[in-house]
C-alpha cells in the first residue's frame, strides 16, 4: 500500500468509512500552532513534538496531588450514582469499571485538573488557541482483568461519529499509578501522526454502546499497521505517578491488557481548538452523545496566572 495525496473538499479533508479498501492519506495539518513564548513548553520540545506527535512531563503533579486523585478515583468507583450512570463503562464480560466519562462534570476534582494552568496551558500553546474539552475520562484497567485498548487514531472515530473537521486537538493522558513495561502502558508510533489511516466498515447506529468497550468499526486494517510500525517503530511509556504524555489527535496507538497486580489508572483529557469546533459527523448516522463528544464549545476560560494547582 502506498500512501496516497488527500484532495480537500469544503466538506470531508480526511475521508474514512466511506471505500471498500484502506488508504493512507497525508496530513493536512499543522501539528504545533504556538510558539515557545506561548506556554511552559520550550522550544526543543515543541520541535519534537512537532516530529514525533507527543511530549513527556516527568513529574507534572506532585505526590501529594496524585493522592488526592486517587482518593478520587476509589470514591468514585464505588459510589452507587456514578455506578449507575451511563457515563460508566465496564469491562467487557465484567462488572468492573473500564471507564468514566466526562470526568470533569461528575468530580469537581477533576474539574480543577482540567482548569490547572499546567494541563490548559500546554494545550493552548501546542494548538495556538483558546480551547474546550472534547472529552475527559478516568482509564481504570484494574489488575488480572484489565482489557486492551486496539491500536487506533483518535481523530479517524472524532472525525467520523462526532464531526471534528481538522487535526487541531491534543490528548494529556496523566498516570495515577505507576507504569510499568508489563500493566498495559500506552504504546505510540513516534511520526505516525503525519499519517491518516482511511478505516473500512460503514459505522452502525450507536455504535459508541459497543466500541467503549473494544472498538472494531474504525480501527486500522493490519496493513497499514503494518506499514506504519515498520516505518516509525513503536514507544511504549512508562513512568510514576504523576507523569504525563500529550500526544496528537491522529498519533496512532494503543494499549494492551493487565494481567499483572498492578493496576494502571490514569486521567485522560481531550482539548479541542475553538477554532476546530465539531459539525455533523463525517461518517455516521447521528452525533455520539456529548459526554463522548462535547457539543458545548465554552473554553477553559479561568485565567491561569490566577490558577493554583491541580485540583484546588
Excluded at 177 to 184: A, I, K, R, S
Aim: net charge negative; with cysteine; hydrophobic share 35%.
Amino acid at each position: 500500500m502506498s500512501i496516497i495525496e488527500s484532495h480537500p473538499t469544503i466538506d470531508d479533508a480526511y475521508p474514512t468509512r466511506k471505500a471498500s479498501e484502506a488508504a493512507l492519506l497525508y496530513r493536512q495539518d499543522p501539528v504545533v500552532h504556538g510558539g515557545a513564548a506561548d506556554g511552559p513548553i520550550d522550544g526543543a520540545t515543541l520541535d519534537s513534538y512537532e516530529a514525533n506527535g507527543f511530549l513527556s512531563v516527568e513529574e507534572l503533579l506532585a505526590p501529594e496531588e496524585v493522592e488526592d486523585f486517587r482518593a478520587e478515583l476509589r470514591r468514585l468507583s464505588s459510589d452507587p450514582q456514578v455506578l449507575a450512570d451511563e457515563r460508566t463503562v465496564t469491562e467487557r464480560g465484567s462488572d468492573e469499571v473500564r471507564s468514566i466519562f466526562e470526568v470533569h462534570k461528575i468530580s469537581e476534582v477533576f474539574a480543577g485538573l482540567v482548569r490547572d494552568p499546567r494541563v490548559v496551558g500546554r494545550a493552548r500553546q501546542i494548538l495556538g488557541s483558546d480551547v474546550y474539552v472534547h472529552q475527559s475520562r478516568v482509564n481504570y484497567k484494574p489488575g488480572f482483568t484489565g482489557k486492551d485498548f486496539y491500536w487506533h487514531s483518535d481523530f479517524e472515530t472524532w472525525h467520523a461519529e462526532d464531526g471534528m473537521p481538522r487535526m487541531r486537538a491534543v490528548s494529556i493522558s496523566i498516570a495515577l499509578t505507576e507504569n510499568f513495561v508489563h500493566n498495559g502502558g500506552l504504546m505510540i508510533m513516534p511520526g505516525s501522526h503525519k499519517t491518516f489511516v482511511a478505516c473500512v466498515g460503514e459505522t452502525p447506529d450507536d455504535h459508541y454502546k459497543e466500541s467503549l468497550r473494544g472498538q472494531e468499526i474504525g480501527t486500522p486494517d493490519p496493513n497499514s499497521l503494518s506499514i506504519l510500525a515498520d516505518k516509525h517503530g513503536i514507544e511504549l511509556f512508562t513512568g510514576p505517578a504523576g507523569s504525563a504524555t500529550m500526544f496528537d489527535c491522529n498519533c496512532m496507538h494503543g494499549s494492551n491488557g493487565n494481567i499483572t497486580p498492578f493496576p494502571r489508572s490514569n486521567v485522560f483529557i481531550v482539548f479541542n481548538s475553538v477554532e476546530n469546533t465539531c459539525v455533523e459527523p463525517f461518517s455516521a448516522p447521528a452525533p455520539r452523545p456529548s459526554f463522548i463528544g462535547a457539543r458545548d464549545f465554552t473554553p477553559v476560560g479561568a485565567d491561569t496566572s490566577a490558577e493554583g494547582t491541580a485540583g484546588a
